[in-house]
């Protein structure tokens, strides 16, 4: 066990684990399927949008030059040649005094260049055979070009963004019946201590239901991974290197919780100094989980959480949700802090970066972060609220209500007025 362990920051240790891990492999899903995955390559328009010069409203497709000395009280009568609906290609072009019946989505006929809506003509019922023009049109009014929103060739997504509904409509209207995407990383989960009953058994003396591993579950689900869940460990060193060995093989990332800290039964820190195990890091200039600990196993990454189910949580967000972003092949990865007003006053000395569970509110259009001041590392009951790590920095006397912070975002926030 060592007791004395080398100090890294989050930045260092974080980087040091990024740089263990590769983009995965792409695989082939139906659109269905595709929504909330990772683009594996760049989207390319199949073809013009629209595809064809097509009319924005209903009314009458007519040459603008007909239409020069229309007025409310002057009409220019047209004849009407035909009648196109969206979906069907007109037949007839539109001479010199024509107009043509046209709906909304409809393809322009030929000799047309601009289009005047129902409401703007006099006679515009189904049967008329002659339509009066009550203003003047320019060439073009009223007319979706061909490709004036996208031309065939356009990238229209980038790999490596997440497919949402928009995407998705993209993908459709350009015939994407099948996406590739970046295959959903399969991450490891497992606790340990023989304090850890299941979540369906009765609590006895001394011991506590394992929450870490459903919460990492339902992260990883969050994120876009597959939890691939395995039993808890023991707190025995010889049994936990060969589970070990055999769940890393199995997974991407395999991620623990519990027994990284200096205690008798803390077996991921025995686990640390076994020869087959490469220690990343194992103390981080941070609270909560400053014994957050990374290993490689048969090459493998290990990212070992502390069993506090704060410290856990806190572990996760900054060094399992980036890592997942790793897999899925985003480049230049980092925690991406935003600016916000603190909301409370936080004013324990801090020796090292503490990262703050919080709440993001707005107050006149202000951004501002609220502490949860219940984030103990071993407790769990707000860990649901949680929209932010607020980051208030080493050294100095915390922060004052007001100053701006950094502020790492991992949820939607849900905007309550600030109280
Ligand atoms: N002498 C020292 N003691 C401790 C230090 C230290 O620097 N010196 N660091 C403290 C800090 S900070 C943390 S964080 C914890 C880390 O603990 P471990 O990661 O070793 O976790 P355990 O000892 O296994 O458990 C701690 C706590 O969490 C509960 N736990 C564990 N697993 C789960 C789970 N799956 N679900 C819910 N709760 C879990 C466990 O019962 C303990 O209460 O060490 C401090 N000690
Ligand atoms: O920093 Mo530990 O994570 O206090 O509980
Ligand atoms: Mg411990």
Redesign the pocket.
């Known amino acids: 066990m060592r007791f004395s362990r080398q100090m890294k920051t989050v930045e260092e240790a974080l980087q040091e684990l990024l740089a263990r891990l590769q983009k995965l492999d792409e695989e082939q899903v139906e659109l269905g399927e595709a929504y909330g995955r990772i683009l594996a390559h760049d989207v390319i328009a199949t073809c013009d949008m629209p595809p064809f010069d097509r009319s924005p409203l209903d009314g009458f497709a007519v040459k603008a030059a007909d239409t020069v000395h229309a007025a409310v009280d002057q009409p220019v009568y047209l004849r009407v040649v035909e009648t196109v609906a969206a979906g069907q290609v007109p037949r007839i072009p539109v001479d010199p005094g024509c107009a043509t019946r046209i709906m909304t989505g409809a393809m322009m006929p030929a000799g047309a260049d601009a289009v005047i809506m129902f409401e703007q003509t006099e006679n515009p019922g189904v049967h008329s055979e002659v339509v009066g023009i009550k203003r003047a049109l320019r060439p073009g009014e009223n007319l979706s070009r061909r490709g004036e929103e996208i031309a065939q060739g356009t990238v229209v997504a980038h790999a490596g963004e997440r497919v949402n509904a928009g995407t998705i409509a993209v993908l459709a209207t350009f015939g994407y019946s099948q996406v590739s995407v970046i295959r959903k990383p399969r991450v490891g989960l497992l606790?340990?201590?023989i304090?850890?009953v299941a979540v369906d058994e009765p609590l006895a003396p001394g011991k506590?239901r394992?929450?870490?591993?459903a919460m990492l579950a339902a992260l990883i689900t969050e994120a876009g991974g597959i939890p691939v869940l395995f039993p808890v460990l023991p707190d025995e060193l010889a049994e936990a290197k060969q589970k070990m060995t055999g769940y890393v093989r199995e997974v991407d990332l395999l991620i623990s919780?519990?027994?990284?800290?200096?205690?008798d039964y803390?077996v991921i820190a025995s686990l640390a100094d076994e020869p087959e195990v490469t220690l990343l890091f194992n103390r981080i200039a941070m609270r909560?989980?400053?014994?957050t600990t990374g290993l490689l196993m048969s090459g493998k990454p290990v990212l070992a959480l502390?069993?506090?189910?704060g410290?856990c949580f806190v572990g996760y967000e900054l060094f399992a949700r980036p890592a997942l972003q790793c897999l899925a092949g985003k480049k230049q990865v980092s925690l991406e802090p935003i600016k916000a007003q603190l909301g409370s006053p936080y004013e324990k000395p801090c020796p090292h970066p503490r990262y703050l569970r919080g709440r993001l509110l707005q107050k006149d259009g202000v951004l501002i972060a609220q502490p949860d001041f219940n984030d103990k590392?071993?407790n769990l009951g707000t860990l649901k609220n949680s929209e932010c790590l607020i980051v208030i920095p080493a050294g100095g006397r915390g922060k004052q209500a007001g100053e701006l912070v950094d502020v790492i975002v991992h949820a939607q926030p849900s905007w309550r007025e600030e109280v």
């Open positions: 606790s340990t201590g304090e850890l506590i394992n929450s870490n591993t919780s519990g027994g990284v800290s200096v205690g803390d909560p989980g400053s014994p502390s069993g506090n189910p410290a590392a071993g």
